[in-house]
């Protein structure tokens, strides 16, 4: 109910390109966001999706985040993940539209899951180079052998916690981060503080889910309101954030 009633006000509050006048927001709109072009990499984001719809591998989750609001065991089908929380196709694709808009050269995904985005993001430019963290160990050895198989080539994959992952990996700097692996306030702005530090002027971060809950709304502002943010981009189900210093500060509510 909580997210229905959210939706709701998202709608009423949403605009198109129309809305923007911020010059970078606008392109980043129209160019990669609207962009319509079926790309023949596509088929690649489908096929690697499809193959784990059809994959009836039952695997032990061991979750570290919020836990889920589908599945009462932790003892899940490859099929039935993929079907009910792995990245929606539409997603992907704006995933890979994004990589291929903004030409990242570093990449850090905080929850791999069964790598449906980090296909995409690797897929979007290959001199991307993807470092994907992924607490539970049966899927991240399942997300292991599918990029393998997808003969993909540009991304590590680390398994553990994300606090003790993340130390070894804050003296990069990424110019893309994809926030998908723990969808709770705490959590969340605690790695945002930590990685902000890994941000240059043209960084983009992306967070899922920030109409999950009150506790995400919140999170959402308070990153917002942070003194390096410049521009955010709320498109309901992600919130993108850039910290260019030459952009006033604004905040975008965009339909997708």
Request: charged share 20%; proline share 2%.
């Amino acid at each position: 109910m909580f997210q229905i009633i959210e939706y709701i006000k998202f709608l009423f509050k949403s605009t198109n390109q129309h809305g923007v006048h911020s010059p970078f927001v606008y392109d980043l709109v129209t160019k990669c966001f609207y962009d319509k072009t079926k790309y023949k990499t596509y088929s690649k984001l489908s096929n690697y999706k499809t193959s784990l719809l059809n994959n009836k591998q039952l695997v032990t989750i061991t979750d570290f985040g919020s836990g889920s609001r589908v599945f009462k065991s932790n003892s899940r089908t490859i099929k039935a993940i993929a079907k009910n929380s792995g990245t929606s196709l539409k997603r992907a694709k704006l995933l890979y539209r994004l990589v291929q808009y903004i030409k990242p050269q570093h990449t850090l995904e905080l929850g791999t899951s069964l790598g449906i985005a980090t296909h995409a993001m690797a897929l979007g430019h290959t001199k991307n180079a993807v470092v994907s963290i992924e607490g539970c160990p049966s899927l991240s050895e399942v997300t292991r052998q599918q990029l393998s198989n997808s003969n993909i080539t540009n991304v590590t994959l680390k398994t553990g916690e994300f606090e003790t992952v993340l130390p070894q990996l804050k003296t990069n700097n990424y110019d893309l981060i994809f926030f998908d692996g723990n969808h709770n306030k705490e959590a969340t702005l605690r790695y945002f503080h930590e990685l902000i530090e890994t941000a240059n002027n043209d960084s983009i971060f992306i967070f899922d889910d920030i109409h999950w809950s009150k506790d995400m709304v919140d999170a959402w502002k308070s990153i917002q309101n942070h003194p390096k943010v410049t521009v955010t981009i709320d498109t309901f189900f992600w919130g993108f954030v850039s910290f260019r210093k030459e952009q006033a500060k604004e905040n975008f509510i965009i339909r997708l």
